[in-house]
Nanobody, 125 residues
């Protein structure tokens, strides 16, 4: 599946952004979908996953309560609502299809199958 992210940009600390990801086909047949990010000079960080079979959502501890993952009824657009932005949220954000995921030291780490080119988010005043 091809994935195209959008919605990134500059946001002030405490502000909000809504990221979107359009898939070339329905993502319902995948184990799940999710978002991860990568900041310059840092390792990839798993952010959130949505499990297809029951719609349950999972979040890494460092963004829990601030970000919300969702998917539209056609299962082709995935969203990440980002609220209460922090400087440390600055990164390139990617959506991905998942083969599975686990939780490691509070981080939701996915086994990613396909992902897009990413969208850049900068949190700065």
């Amino acid at each position: 599946v091809q994935l195209v992210e959008s919605g990134g940009g500059l946001v002030q600390p405490g502000g909000s952004l809504r990221l979107s990801c359009v898939a070339s086909e329905s993502t319902l047949d995948y184990y799940g979908i999710g978002w991860f990010r990568q900041a310059p000079g840092k390792e990839r960080e798993g952010i959130s996953c949505l499990r297809s079979r029951d719609g349950q959502t999972f979040y890494s501890d460092f963004i829990k309560g601030r970000f919300t993952i969702s998917r539209d009824n056609a299962q082709k657009t995935i969203y990440l609502q980002m609220d209460s932005g922090k400087h440390e949220d600055t990164a390139i954000y990617y959506c991905a299809t998942l083969r599975g995921f686990g939780r490691v030291r509070g981080e939701v780490k996915g086994t990613y199958e396909d992902w897009g080119q990413g969208t850049k988010v900068v949190v700065s005043s």
